[in-house]
């Protein structure tokens, strides 16, 4: 099983920006889609952005479609998570997830956090008002 670290969170007023990391260990981490979900308190986990394996394609979760880009680094076994104009109610623990059994991208598959199969232990943005 892989094992994803994420890095990067923090507290930032609205507007600010942060960038989030997620090192993955093994040798095949350029072999498999990748994932960024979050959950903020009292809510269920959300689908927030998702790349292929080779990074050729992406995708976004509506709340977040041209705030956020989302890319990777199969040399360094990184993936990032790019936020910019940040609102409060992007407030959450931010996780990575490695999809490794799914072949195809697809991304009304790639949005079910059930799909991934190793998670990371999670990082925590905070947006203040």
């Known amino acids: 099983q892989v094992q994803l670290v994420e890095s990067g969170g923090g507290l930032v007023q609205a507007g600010g920006s942060l960038r989030l990391s997620c090192a993955a260990s093994?040798?095949?981490?350029?072999?498999?889609?990748m994932g960024w979900f979050r959950q903020a308190p009292g809510k269920e986990r959300e689908f927030v952005a998702a790349?292929?394996?080779?990074?050729?394609?992406?995708y976004y979760a509506d709340s977040v479609k041209g705030r956020f880009t989302i890319s990777r680094d199969n040399a360094k076994n990184t993936v990032y998570l790019q936020m910019n104009s940040l609102k409060p109610e992007d407030t959450a623990v931010y996780y990575c997830a490695a999809a490794r059994s799914l072949a195809k991208w697809q991304v009304a598959v790639l949005r079910r956090d059930y799909e991934y199969d190793s998670w990371g232990q999670g990082t925590q943005v905070t947006v203040s008002s």
């Open positions: 790349i292929s394996w080779s990074g050729g394609s992406t």
């Open positions: 093994g040798r095949t981490f350029g072999s498999y889609h």
